[in-house]
């Protein structure tokens, strides 16, 4: 019913309203500019700690005071964000006692773990087995893997993924799309939560969506943390089973994988302790640094306490492994072009005569790539509280390829920008396309999701899929193009061929959003589901 009314309002606000921007204030040569200084080489690969962020956050700053936005931390546009940086090693091999009996395991191969811990050893000594599901603690979906159990002190192992993936029932951990429940971030938080020393998920390439590589060579990475005194509770091991080493502890004991699958994904099943220990000993070499997010607020006219954020990480992979005579990993796409789109956005709102209601944030975290750790320590310590953030709209990997008749929403479902973004696109002549590998969890991994996280409805919205000039199959053609040839490469670069026409198109979108979002008599979205 809400929806409905909700529905009927916008269409009516809608109609009468005249707050969108003219056709020609989008400015395609700033945001070239934009993009080619960002991913020049003298940026080298805007890599944080190192003098390309020096160089990128003061071109930043540089930027938003030219478009008018002010400084809102003390008068500053730079949030320090302090970090550590943990690189694990694993005394081999690890050994799990099953019922008296010692079975031995090497990582990574067989096991990939590592410690989040900034210290430097790590020992987990006879540590108790429980098998806890999927590792989730759902209120949202009444669902409780950890139901009567104890978990202090003890290693949890659980299944990746969440029971939904196992349903045809899309109100059931929304079918087969994977929920945040399913992501190992959360099972390794939810774990901690629970007071648990340790979590080991057992791997498969269907539920997980990437082969054992991927957690495998993490483990053997370096990863970064914020550090912070309110923290969360962290694990002191955590990590992943191969499919094979599971079903080598649990046959041990006569369970069998499968069919603890079969039982995990019904609401009547509970967690139990099996007959089994588990011991690990790690070193960590830890580091400490400080990197920074840039930020700059362009105040409401009537409201100047609440805010519209546009999110765009600055940060990428600075200089590494050199390809096609190439070391320099320029991020023009990932996220340079991103960064153009958001600055147009601030640029064309601070330049219009009548100023927007709300306060906007033009927010460039970093980190991204190392786990949106920028975002999520300005969620923590935001310019405006996350209660009176009204919306964050994201973009990444914003491809100029043309126009595009499709609006891809990454996060579709789980918020009302749903119907703005339907109405405004029509306008556009485009309709709205819930992202169509959902599956794999695009939602939890940019900028926006540490603001969901926080209660703020939240999107990454941009053309795709769907050339209005060459079709659907040219546009997925050239999308996969770039995700398996440029994406993450030193050949990401920028290119004075591209047409910008489509990425002009999603600035205006966003921009009309903002602007309407900003307008105190229209409705403040809302969330329609966590998680
Ligand atoms: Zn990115």
Excluded at 238 to 245: A, K, M, N, P, V
Excluded at 344 to 373: D, H, M, N, W, Y
Excluded at 384 to 396: E, F, R, S, V
């Amino acid at each position: 019913m809400k929806n409905l009314i909700t529905a009927i309002l916008l269409i009516f606000l809608f109609s009468c309203s005249e707050n969108e921007v003219p056709e020609n204030m989008v400015d395609v040569n700033n945001m070239k500019r934009i993009t080619e200084t960002l991913s020049s080489d003298a940026f080298m690969g805007r890599q944080p700690f190192t003098e390309g962020e020096k160089l990128t956050i003061d071109f930043i700053a540089g930027e938003l005071e030219k478009i008018g936005f002010e400084p809102p931390f003390n008068g500053s546009y730079f949030q320090n964000v302090p970090m550590y940086e943990t690189t694990s090693t694993v005394s081999n091999p690890v050994t799990f006692n099953i019922k008296g009996k010692s079975l031995q395991l090497n990582a990574p191969d067989q096991i990939a773990i590592s410690s989040p811990i900034p210290q430097e050893l790590i020992e987990l000594k006879k540590s108790k087995l429980v098998f806890a599901g999927f590792g989730i603690k759902a209120p949202d979906y009444e669902w409780d893997d950890y139901k009567g159990i104890d978990m202090e002190g003890k290693t949890v192992v659980v299944f990746v993924n969440d029971p939904g993936l196992y349903s045809e029932d899309p109100s059931f951990f929304r079918g087969r799309e994977m929920t945040y429940y399913g992501r190992w971030t959360y099972k390794y938080d939810e774990a901690a939560r629970q007071g648990a020393s340790a979590i080991l998920i057992i791997h498969d390439p269907i539920g997980a969506g990437y082969e054992f590589n991927v957690p495998r060579n993490s483990s053997i990475s370096s990863r970064l943390f914020i550090d912070d005194e309110k923290n969360e509770p962290k694990c002191k091991v955590t990590g992943w089973l191969t499919d094979e080493s599971a079903r080598m502890i649990f046959g041990e004991l006569g369970y069998n994988i499968d069919s603890l699958r079969e039982q995990a994904v019904k609401p009547e099943f509970k967690p139990f302790e099996i007959d089994a220990t588990f011991s690990a000993t790690i070193t960590n070499k830890i580091e400490r640094n400080t990197s920074t997010n840039v930020a700059g607020i362009l105040k409401g006219s009537v409201n100047p306490d609440e805010a519209v954020v546009i999110t765009a990480h600055w940060d990428h992979f600075g200089i590494g492994e050199k390809q096609n005579g190439d070391s320099i990993y320029h991020g023009a796409v990932d996220n340079g072009t991103t960064m153009a789109w958001a600055f147009e956005i601030g640029r064309v709102a601070a330049s219009l005569r009548s100023k927007p209601e709300r306060s906007i944030i033009l927010l460039f975290p970093t980190a991204e790539e190392q786990g949106l750790t920028g975002s999520e320590y300005y969620t923590r310590f935001p310019v405006i509280p996350m209660g009176k953030t009204i919306a964050c709209l994201n973009n990444d990997m914003m491809v100029p390829r043309g126009k595009m008749k499709d609006v891809t929403m990454i996060g579709f479902g789980y918020s009302s920008l749903d119907s703005v973004y339907g109405v405004l696109a029509a306008k556009q002549d485009r309709y709205l396309l819930p992202d169509p590998n959902s599956h794999t969890g695009l939602f939890f991994r940019s900028d926006h999701f540490p603001f969901f996280k926080a209660g703020v409805p939240s999107i990454w919205a941009y053309g795709c899929y769907d050339s209005r000039e060459h079709g659907k199959e040219w546009a997925l053609e050239t999308w996969n193009y770039f995700i398996n040839n440029v994406y993450h490469r030193p050949a990401d670069n920028y290119n004075p061929d591209w047409d910008w026409s489509g990425v002009e198109e999603d600035t205006k979108l966003a921009l009309n959003i903002t602007l309407w979002l900003t307008k105190t008599s229209n409705p403040k979205p809302y969330l329609k589901q966590m998680k």
